[in-house]
């Protein structure tokens, strides 16, 4: 026996586990989980239906090419059927995007504070992950072109961005995509699309429609509150979702995935009841919470970004606060932004109660 022992290839201990939202506070039997963005409503009635129903078929294979879900999502949107990659989650899309066009020594650009995920999986593939900075919490397109290089293979934007909020308009998205050189692709996560009530902001599916280079994403684990399921979609060229199939585990999406998802496409009155929470106390929150005398970024998720910029009343003893009443929120010091805590929009007594926390909190 040596102690020679198997070693990971190279970068894979370079990465940061990824730690989520956290889901329980010792001592509280059910907390107020405000810290994962997911849906204060929960999943809709016809999805949880679905799922229900497809319980008779859990011993069945799923339909790898998820048909009836990708009629569902292809007639909802508009978007042609055999564009679209359907993954365990938009995680999984983003992996396979990474896999599928990056080489090591290769790179992705994303913002400062883009979504933890695209990189996880770019470092994986040995690929260098290149942070264009973010001064007013938002993406920029000059900075993100500034970090273009020869290894550039992908260019990630989320719109609207998490953890900060921000969004970037619909001209500010197709001035990127026309400044990049058409080789490298842009993927645009519009994992809270749903949210946005500001009037500037656009969906990219226009123009994923006529580019050659563009994927956009959704999920189904916000606005239709099926996170524990795993589902999300991309809507690519032809060209990249054929590339990225022959890579794709044929079964990666679940039997009961597909069915509550399909359900949830058509359930235009959880999809509205879920906005109008968002939309009705995004603001409220946002407003109460500047009222005592923190910063709040404007958002156009389901969640605000707090910074907590006093020395003592710091987003530690803010968190500390609100665990000690049962109120589970998310510091982002993974994202470098020590001094915020993501606050997911709950429902209206959960809402109530993180405004009550932050006004003692404030007073204390
Ligand atoms: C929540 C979220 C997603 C969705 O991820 P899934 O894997 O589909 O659950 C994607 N992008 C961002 C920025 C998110 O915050």
């Known amino acids: 026996m040596t102690d020679a022992a198997p070693a990971p290839k190279p970068g894979i201990l370079d990465i940061a586990p990824y730690v989520g939202g956290k889901s329980s506070i010792v001592g509280i039997a059910e907390p107020m989980k405000l810290s994962s963005n997911e849906n204060a409503l929960g999943a809709g009635q016809k999805a949880r239906e679905a799922y229900e129903a497809a319980l008779k078929n859990i011993h069945i294979y799923p339909d790898g090419r998820a048909t009836k879900l990708r009629t569902a999502v292809a007639e909802h949107h508009g978007l042609e059927p055999e564009r679209l990659i359907f993954g365990n989650g938009s995680d999984e899309v983003f992996a396979l995007l990474n896999q599928t066009y990056l080489q090591p020594g290769d790179n992705i650009v994303t913002g400062q ?63 990127l995509h026309e400044a990049l050189p058409k080789h490298i692709l842009l993927v645009i996560d519009e994992a809270y699309a749903e949210f946005v009530a500001e009037a500037d902001w656009e969906t990219a599916f226009p123009l994923a429609k006529e580019a050659s280079n563009v994927v956009v994403t959704r999920t189904f684990s916000k606005i239709h509150g099926l996170g524990g399921l795993r589902i999300g979609f991309g809507y690519a060229p032809v060209a990249v979702a054929e590339a990225v199939d022959r890579i794709r585990l044929p079964f990666n999406v679940s039997v009961p995935g597909l069915d509550a998802a399909t359900a949830a496409i058509g359930d235009e009155a959880h999809q509205k009841a879920s906005r109008d929470l968002v939309q009705t106390w995004r603001p409220r929150l946002t407003q109460a919470i500047r009222g005592f005398g923190f910063e709040v970024l404007p958002s156009a998720g389901n969640f605000v970004l707090v910074l907590f910029k006093d020395e003592k009343r710091n987003a530690a003893a803010a968190s500390e606060y609100l665990n000690s009443k049962g109120i589970i929120v998310r510091p982002v010091g993974g994202y470098g932004i020590h001094d915020g805590l993501r606050i997911t929009v709950g429902t209206e007594d959960q809402n109530r109660a993180v405004i009550d926390a932050l006004s003692e909190f404030a007073a204390s």
Do not use: W
Request: hydrophobic fraction near 35%; proline fraction near 6%.
């Open 113 to 175: 504070y883009g979504f933890l995920a695209y990189r996880i999986s770019a470092k994986a593939c040995e690929a260098q992950v290149k942070l264009a900075p973010e001064p007013g919490y938002k993406a920029e397109v000059d900075a993100l072109l500034a970090e273009v290089d020869e290894r550039t293979k992908i260019v990630y934007v989320s719109n609207p961005s998490n953890p900060t909020g921000s969004y970037n308009t619909g001209e500010e998205i197709r001035r």
